[in-house]
Every structure is written in structure tokens, then in C-alpha cells.
């Protein structure tokens, strides 16, 4: 190793004028910051949606509507949809992990059964919940639903 080609890492230096350091260094009084005014402040940042002063968009457009934060979002999915997995699959229980193994819902989300389309197979399901014609479907074939 030889102690006379020893360079600092590369980009650990840097060649800028150092701002706020003295008159002497060019930047030094108002730290090429202007006078006066929110930026020229310590601390300063400008908040989102900030338009100059200008009325800002989000409180420009108006507000409408209700949402409804206790509300439970339901993953639909229909007999005729059960029909053809329960074909394909060759079985008579169907599950939650049945669904999101062949990527008809996602593990997390809640399950309702609707009833549009036909049904042949006697079949038990398990669900979040049930419609009312999905569900006399499913018993009608001497099927079960179970609401988990």
C-alpha cells in the first residue's frame, strides 16, 4: 500500500461554495436567500397544494356526497362462478382458501355469494355472507351455506 495515492472516496467531496459561512466567501449576510419573506426564513417549507397564495385547488372545488367509513366491502361472486370452479376442480366444498388459491378473491377479502346463474352441483359453501337467491340456490340442491 503505498500512503502517497491515498484519494478520498469518490463523491465524498465536493467542490460548492460553502453558503452562510462570511462575507469573505461570497455567500455570506442573507446566504443567497433574498430578503425578507417566508423562504428567506429558517424552518420554511411549503405545504402541499401550496398555489402562491392563490385559492388552492382543494378548497376551490366543491365538496358533495357522504362517505361512509363503517362500511364493509364485499368480493361478489356469483353461482354460476361456484358451478364452474366446483367443475373444474372436481369438489363439493367450497372455502375461502378454495377462492383465493384459484385467485377469485385476494386472502383478506370478505366473500359475498350472489345468486345469478345456474347451478347443478349440490355444493357447501362457506362465506362472509349470502344473498337471499343465492343462498335458497344452494339449499334447494340440498347444498349448506355457512356464513363464517
Not at 14 to 25: A, P
Request: glycine share 12%.
Amino acid at each position: 500500500m503505498d500512503l502517497s495515492k491515498l484519494k478520498p472516496a469518490p463523491g465524498s467531496t465536493h467542490s460548492e461554495k460553502r453558503i452562510g459561512r462570511g462575507q469573505g466567501s461570497g455567500h455570506g449576510g442573507t446566504s443567497t436567500r433574498g430578503h425578507k419573506g417566508a423562504k428567506s426564513r429558517s424552518g420554511w417549507s411549503k405545504k402541499i397544494g401550496f398555489e402562491g397564495g392563490q385559492m388552492p385547488l382543494q378548497r376551490v372545488v366543491p365538496k358533495f356526497g357522504f362517505k361512509n367509513f363503517n362500511r364493509v366491502e364485499f368480493k361478489a361472486i356469483n353461482l354460476s362462478t361456484l358451478q364452474t370452479l366446483a367443475e373444474k376442480l372436481n369438489v363439493s366444498d367450497i372455502d375461502l382458501t378454495t377462492l383465493s388459491e384459484n385467485g377469485l378473491v385476494g386472502k383478506n377479502d370478505k366473500v359475498k355469494i350472489l345468486g345469478k346463474g345456474e347451478l347443478t352441483a349440490k355444493l357447501n359453501v362457506k362465506a362472509h355472507a349470502f344473498s337471499k337467491s343465492a343462498k335458497e340456490a344452494i339449499e334447494k340442491l340440498e347444498g349448506t351455506t355457512e356464513i363464517i
